[in-house]
Structures are given as structure tokens and as C-alpha cells.
């Protein structure tokens, strides 16, 4: 089970969001990958994930680093220790996948609460830089789904408001052998002319509705145990009931 510890990090200046605090996994000990590092570059991966900002966006300047890890570091080295979990940027950034997962709990963009002044930082910050991340590499396995989904998100929205734009099927009235047809497939004794004449009398409405689905429709007569026959309705009661009363 994880153990959440918190450490102090940067204020994130470019969207003026104070994130003093964030959470830590202290399981990261028992890890091969992590165990397997030098000291400097496990001081040096505690580093990035201290001062990336609260999107897990890095700005690396190296010879700070160095400064505050105690050992000189040589960029290209970085990059080639931590390719399978950092993301490097076009424009000189590093970004860590797996941070909002962990730190925010979501596995989605759509689950980043908008409302939220922090989670919405988060999710513009994904956007902005979306254009500038490089195709997923086979070789490296980058877990970058969700920061192509936060890129996609706004394509899906627009999706799905011109889905509730489509109309609606127009429901269009049976014929009579169109319900006959129907019910000598399903077998039922509905009489269609009966069932097209009490439907057509109320406008095709289904209580205070218009019907949508006349199939449907058809099936609740069968369920409801109603047998039309010419233009009068016969109530065919079901059998646990005649034994109840005793028939």
C-alpha cells in the first residue's frame, strides 16, 4: 500500500497557482528501475518531480540542478536515464506522464473537476503544449494516452454537441400489414387493424407522449396480456392470478 509523504515545492508563476505541498510515493524504493539508479540520479529524479510545475511540465536548467544535487550532470545523460518516463518537448520542456495520475487521482482528463481552479490549470496547461509532443516511441512505451486525450478533448465536446443537434428519427405510422406482418412474426394474437385503430384515435400518443416506437408498443400490449379483437379490447387474465382467487 502506498504511503503519501509531501514535500515543498515552487510557486507555479505563469498561472499564479501556489502548489506548496504535493504528494510523494515513498513505494518508489522497492522499485527495480529506481533502486537500480546512482545516488545522483536518484537525487536527481526527486529533483524534476519536486520542481516540475503542478502539470508536471520541467523546465531543466541543468547547472541549477547540478547545484542543488551535488554532482555535475550532463543533460544528454538525463535524458537517456529517464526517456521511458519523462516526455521531451520541442520547445526545451520535459514532461513526467504519470504525474497527474498520481498526484490529482484520475487516469482521464475528463475526470480533471473544471470547476476546480488547480484541476483546471492543469488541463489548460495540457493543452497548450499538446501540439508539441512527439509521436509515441515504441522503443521507450511513453504512457502518453492522457495527454492525447486532453488534446482530443476538445474535438470530442464538439462531437458531442453536434450529435444533440442531429434530428431526431421521425416517426412515421404503420400500416395495418406492416403490423400484421409484425405480430405473425412475434406470434402474439394482437389484431392489427384493432391496434392501428386505437393508436390512430389518439394521435398516435402514448399517454402523454408521442409514440417513437411502434414495435414497442406492440410488445407492451403482448406483456400486458391484452388480445384486441376487432375494435374492443379482451383482458386475458394471467393464470396465477385465477388461482389466487380461486377459478
Known amino acids: 500500500?502506498?504511503?503519501l509523504s509531501q514535500i515543498v515545492t515552487h510557486t507555479e508563476k505563469e498561472?499564479?497557482?501556489?502548489?506548496?505541498?504535493r504528494y510523494f510515493d515513498t513505494d518508489i524504493w522497492k522499485k527495480r528501475w529506481?533502486?537500480?539508479?546512482?545516488?545522483?540520479y536518484k537525487s536527481s529524479w526527486w529533483y524534476i518531480i519536486s520542481q516540475c510545475d503542478h502539470a508536471g511540465f520541467f523546465e531543466p536548467d541543468i547547472e541549477i540542478m547540478s547545484i542543488f544535487v551535488g554532482e555535475e550532470l550532463n543533460e544528454k545523460d538525463l535524458m537517456a536515464i529517464f526517456s521511458s518516463r519523462i516526455e521531451y518537448l520541442d520547445?526545451?520542456?520535459?514532461?513526467?506522464?504519470k504525474f497527474i495520475q498520481f498526484q490529482y487521482k484520475v487516469s482521464h482528463p475528463d475526470e480533471l473537476n473544471l470547476s476546480n481552479r488547480v484541476h483546471k490549470s492543469v488541463y489548460e496547461r495540457i493543452k497548450k503544449y499538446s501540439h508539441l509532443f512527439r509521436p509515441i516511441d515504441e522503443?521507450?512505451?511513453?504512457?502518453?494516452s492522457f495527454i492525447q486525450a486532453a488534446?482530443?478533448?476538445?474535438?470530442?465536446?464538439?462531437?458531442?454537441?453536434?450529435?444533440?443537434k442531429i434530428k431526431r428519427k421521425v416517426f412515421k405510422i404503420p400500416t395495418e400489414q406492416e403490423v400484421k406482418e409484425y405480430c405473425d412474426k412475434r406470434e402474439n394474437n394482437i389484431n392489427p387493424a384493432a391496434f392501428v385503430a386505437h393508436y390512430a384515435s389518439r394521435g398516435w400518443m402514448v399517454g402523454k407522449n408521442k409514440m417513437v416506437d411502434w414495435k414497442a408498443a406492440v410488445r407492451t400490449w403482448e406483456n400486458n396480456d391484452f388480445t384486441h379483437k376487432a375494435n374492443t379490447k379482451v383482458f386475458v387474465e394471467p393464470e396465477h392470478r385465477k388461482k389466487k382467487r380461486g377459478w
Do not use: C, E
Open 139 to 144: 522503443a521507450t512505451k511513453l504512457h502518453t
Open 15 to 21: 498561472r499564479g497557482i501556489q502548489m506548496a505541498k
Open 91 to 97: 520547445n526545451g520542456k520535459w514532461f513526467i506522464p
Open 34 to 40: 529506481f533502486r537500480s539508479l546512482s545516488p545522483k
Open 151 to 164: 488534446k482530443d478533448k476538445d474535438k470530442d465536446k464538439a462531437i458531442k454537441n453536434s450529435s444533440k
Open 1 to 3: 500500500m502506498n504511503v
